[in-house]
């Protein structure tokens, strides 16, 4: 499976924007698909997932961010408002075994398979 996120950019504080993943060689709709994020010197911390019973959010994110599946488009979204600058970042969307535990999908090393990240500026 190959995975492509696009959808960054630079945005001003308190904006909104929608990133993508894409997949090729495989069906995202069979596996569960998390979005990551990660900052220089920090490691990937998980912001969302969602699988076939639904989506689970990092609590400090739940209610801005929004995890969605388009199954005819093999695609997932994960949008985003009320940016900070604190949400500044790359974004990694990751593909992982459909029938992990919700908690090991909170953690990068459960994901077998990772797009080439997508750059989120949020800045005035």
């Known amino acids: ?8 950019g630079l945005v001003q504080p308190g904006g909104s924007l929608r990133l993508s993943c894409t997949a090729s060689g495989g069906t995202l709709s069979e596996r569960a698909i998390g979005w990551f994020r990660q900052v220089p010197g920090k490691e990937r911390e998980f912001v969302a997932v969602i699988r076939r019973s639904g989506p689970s959010y990092d609590n400090s994110l739940k209610g801005r961010f929004t995890i969605s599946r388009d199954s005819a488009k093999n695609t997932v979204y994960l949008q985003m408002k009320s940016l900070t600058p604190e949400d500044t970042g790359v974004y990694y969307c990751a593909a992982a075994q459909p029938r992990l535990i919700l908690s090991a999908l909170w953690t990068a090393r459960s994901y077998e398979y990772w797009g080439q990240g997508t750059l989120v500026t949020v800045s005035s």
């Open 1 to 8: 499976v190959q995975l492509q996120a696009s959808g960054g």
